[in-house]
C-alpha cells in the first residue's frame, strides 16, 4: 500500500510541477529607463552645481516629487514629452538625450523651438 501511495504522490507532485511551469511567464522585463533617467539629471545637476532643492524650485514642484524623478522612482508612464521638456530646460540638457536615456516611447514636445532658443 505505501508503494501505490508513493507512486500516486510522485504522479501528483510531477503534474503540479508541469502545469506550474505552463503558467509561469517565460520572462519579466523590467524597465531601467526612469532610473537612467534620474541618474544622468543628478550628472546634469551636478555639472552644473545645482541643487536637489534649486531644481525642484526652477520646475516650480514639491520637492518630493523632483527627489521621485532623480532617484527614479516616478512611473516612466508619468514621463511624458512636457515634463521632459521641462526637465531638459531646468537642467540645460537636450530633450532628444533625456527621451535616449528614458529609452521610452515619447512624443516631441509641442514647444520644440521655445526649448532651442532657450538653451
Do not use: W
Not at 539629471?41 to 541643487?51: A, D, F, G, P
Amino acid at each position: 500500500m505505501t508503494n501505490n501511495y508513493e507512486k500516486t504522490k510522485k504522479a501528483v507532485l510531477k503534474a503540479v510541477k508541469e502545469r506550474a511551469e505552463q503558467t509561469r511567464p517565460a520572462r519579466i522585463k523590467f524597465s531601467t529607463g526612469a532610473k537612467d533617467l534620474g541618474q544622468y539629471l543628478q550628472n546634469c545637476l551636478s555639472q552644473r552645481e545645482i541643487s536637489r532643492f534649486t531644481f525642484a524650485q526652477s520646475l516650480d514642484m514639491e520637492t518630493e516629487l523632483a527627489d521621485a524623478i532623480l532617484d527614479g522612482v516616478l512611473p516612466e508612464s508619468e514621463l511624458h514629452s512636457e515634463l521632459l521638456e521641462e526637465l531638459a530646460v531646468a537642467t540645460g540638457c537636450e530633450f532628444e538625450r533625456l527621451v535616449q536615456v528614458l529609452k521610452g516611447e515619447v512624443v516631441a514636445p509641442t514647444n520644440i523651438s521655445g526649448l532651442i532658443s532657450g538653451v
